[in-house]
């Protein structure tokens, strides 16, 4: 089978990008996902997005992860499925509305670099979660922005060891029956931190382990906006 498709990346975030109208959701089981995606073997990829024409400028993003794994939303992916869509003439790139598993978002691209834009509509502040704290860990909460997230918010970003303690909380039990995105986040001391034009406001780093892909991704949409609002 030959089918023309699209790599892209948000924020280091990388996806195969597939047209809708070439292909459908169902070609695509678990194993052709996880093989497709494969880092040694196959294109290489966080995800697998399917890109649909459903109307006038109104666009289905159906998400797969890594793993082959269906997920409801991905800010990145669906910042790459409006570009994608502007591109491939499906919709207005000026305003579009981007239909997910997780509901309909407003999109668009703007500026000379067509660059885009998603409307997040409001979501709840996370809540704290009674889960142990490990060393260097300052707090923890649970939040969902399309899907689940824990925001734990720690001394030392670089001290934190991502992969073991991100996998611990990806499927503790306080994440809930389908597990969450392990997000953790500290504050940047220090003008070297500070860009000129925060007029002295914080700065925040982030890293994300992510489920799914059961490992860190270099970015991570929907857990920046959680991360945020925690």
Do not use: Q
Request: net charge negative; proline share 6%.
């Amino acid at each position: 089978m030959s089918l023309e498709f699209h790599k892209m990346t948000g924020s280091g975030n990388d996806f195969v990008m597939l047209d809708g109208r070439a292909t459908s959701e169902a070609e695509w089981p678990p194993e052709r996902i996880a093989r497709v995606c494969d880092r040694r073997d196959g294109v290489g990829a966080d995800g697998l997005v399917v890109v649909t024409p459903l109307g006038p400028d109104r666009i289905r993003m159906t998400y797969f992860n890594s793993d082959g794994s269906r997920a409801a939303m991905c800010g990145n992916a669906a910042l790459c499925s409006t570009r994608l869509a502007a591109r491939l003439g499906l919709a207005d790139p000026a305003r579009m509305t981007l239909v997910t598993d997780a509901g309909d978002y407003e999109a668009r691209c703007v500026g000379e670099g067509h660059l885009a834009e998603i409307h997040f509509p409001d979501a709840a502040v996370p809540t704290a979660v009674a889960i142990p704290l490990a060393d260097g860990e300052l707090s923890i909460a649970l939040g969902t922005v399309g899907v689940p997230h824990l925001v734990t918010w720690v001394a030392d970003l670089a001290a934190v060891p991502l992969e073991a303690r991100g996998r611990e909380l990806r499927f503790h039990a306080g994440a809930g029956p389908a597990g969450a995105n392990a997000n953790f986040v500290s504050r940047l001391a220090g003008a070297a931190h500070t860009p000129p034009e925060s007029s002295g406001e914080p700065t925040w780093a982030i890293r994300t382990y992510e489920r799914g892909v059961e490992g860190e991704t270099l970015a991570c949409g929907t857990g920046t906006v959680a991360a945020a609002l925690a």
